[in-house]
DNA sequence: AAAGTTGTAACATTGTTTGTTTCAACTTTC
DNA sequence: GAAAGTTGAAACAAACAATGTTACAACTTT
């Protein structure tokens, strides 16, 4: 079990997207060829990242932007808008712990709060980095070449 | 992408046979009852339970027992032991960055050492919990009822 | 010997993830 | 306004993963 590539490959297209979207324009095709991820895939990815008011895209002209400075982007916020868990959580429960079982029909209330504590610290260390320091990184790696 | 539902399965299955485990003969069926995952499934699980030397099962004689006192079984251990991450990490990244674009031939660079972090932060917040708690939660509830 | 249990393999089913094809809608440029 | 390139989205396909099922050998106790 592992979380959608959706995530990493979301961060790598938000990074191009501030590296190269200065000097050209940034199509879902160049970033397929940069992420070796399919074009279509990508325009989901990115269409996961403008409902989340992360990017700006448009039909016809072509090219993404950022739609807020790196620094107030967070790898949480990418994570979330690329729905890395659905609405029940990172852990998923076996679905029919026996209710004629005081240990079955206890289990829930006994692991759910434990289980949310476990995601939260996830979350919470995504929350740490921000594109800005994506991308910072990557540029001094690239220079350092 | 959710964690296997073993895992909870797991800590479920662990309980009932510190529970009952007293009373009487712990076995496969009577955890498949009780928690209403299919018997062999109930097996596979004990059986990594006892590769990680959690529990302890005979052939013929039937019943499971704890190999270690339940203070000393945190809800890390089960998450070990039922596999819920291979071994490149509960992340996925895409598979083929292309090493002709900068950011590309990078991006594994500035992100692996993130998302490690962020993994080691779900798996302390796992270590802060042992099965004695959650056999102790579980007890008080009953009572209660 | 009989009954019940575990361990395991093989297969089936279901669900998820990723990729592919296709095309309408849109924008820019000529 | 036609052509070219792009996005958005739907429908489908392929690959993979998770869970369930069937079957049976090996084992233990009675």
Request: charged share 25%; proline share 2%.
């Amino acid at each position: 079990m592992q979380i959608t590539s959706k995530f990493t490959a979301a961060v790598h297209i938000l990074t191009c997207i501030e590296v190269f979207g200065g000097e050209m324009r940034v199509t879902s095709d160049f970033l397929s060829g940069s992420t070796g991820v399919n074009a279509v895939i990508v325009r989901n990815v990115l269409g996961q990242l403008r409902e989340a008011g992360i990017v700006e895209t448009r039909q016809g002209s072509g090219g993404a932007h950022l739609a807020k400075p790196t620094s107030e982007i967070t790898l949480y916020d990418v994570y979330r808008a690329v729905e890395c868990t659905d609405d029940t959580g990172l852990f998923r429960f076996h679905e029919n712990p026996n209710s004629k079982c005081p240990v079955g029909r206890n289990i829930h209330k006994v692991m759910d709060g434990r289980l949310e504590a476990a995601q939260a610290a996830l979350e919470n260390e995504l929350k740490l980095t921000t594109l800005a320091e994506v991308v910072a990184d990557t540029k001094k790696i690239i220079e350092e070449e």
